[in-house]
């Protein structure tokens, strides 16, 4: 069965700051993997998706992420941290068919100025 | 135009009473999906509905129910409410009908609050 990790819970960095939130996978072939952000109170936004090819794949928001096969990774970052970055994101995974897309526990991020 | 619309916003019930939740997609999308949000928990599938039909349901005890309807909108009903089951219950869509990527499009979610 697929499964996703994001072993930070809480991350606090400062405004300008660059950022790295992780995201392990579990599953034996090459899933979809997503990674999701969630205002307070809203619904989740996709900001980026890697199905195939190059392993660098760039989001919105100036956030990119890197499929990493032999860590089964797929961290994402982003070179310079702005204030309205606060919020939670999410990693997620996807192997095909008629699976549910599992998500991890989330990330929240606080931006300090 | 929003993708997904759900309502209501917010419900507040006790114990023992049932909710309904409902989802409405995009013309377009034949896929619903429902997750709950609880504090601390992240996201915990639900249900998955695509054609009318129930495609996969989650770890959820039977007194979590639901349907699609012919438009593809969607209902998701509570019964007997705990309350644990105070949650953002949120509804997502697939892409088009016949793009199976696991990209979803999510709603604003329903608060549901049980006292």
């Known amino acids: 069965a697929q499964s996703v990790t994001q072993p930070d819970i809480h991350i606090t960095v400062s405004e300008g700051a660059s950022l790295e939130l992780r995201c392990n996978y579990s599953y034996g072939a090459t899933p979809y993997l997503f990674w999701y952000v969630q205002s307070p109170g809203q619904g989740l936004q996709l900001l980026l998706k890697?199905?195939?090819?190059?392993?660098l794949v760039q989001g919105i928001k100036g956030f990119e992420a890197e499929f990493k096969r032999s860590q089964s990774s797929f961290n994402l970052r982003k070179p310079s941290v702005h204030w309205s970055d606060a919020a939670e994101y999410f990693c997620?995974?996807?192997?095909?068919?008629?699976?549910?897309?599992?998500f991890g526990t989330g990330t929240k991020l606080q931006v300090i100025p | 135009e929003a993708g997904v619309t759900q309502s209501p916003t917010h419900l507040i019930k006790t114990r023992g009473q049932q909710a309904t939740l409902r989802c409405s997609p995009i013309s377009g999308h034949t896929s619903v999906y429902w997750y709950q949000q609880a504090l601390g928990l992240g996201l915990q599938f639900l249900l998955w509905?695509?054609?009318?039909?129930?495609?996969n349901r989650g770890n959820f005890p039977p007194r979590f129910s639901g349907r699609q309807f012919p438009n593809y909108s969607s209902e998701l009903n509570v019964n007997a409410l705990e309350l644990e089951d105070s949650a953002l219950y949120l509804c997502a869509i697939g892409g088009l009908a016949g793009v199976d990527t696991g990209e979803l499009f999510f709603g604003e979610g329903s608060r549901l609050t049980v006292l």
């Open positions: 997620a995974v996807y192997s095909g068919g008629y699976q549910k897309v599992t």
């Open positions: 890697y199905f195939s090819g190059d392993t």
């Open positions: 509905y695509d054609e009318g039909e129930e495609r």
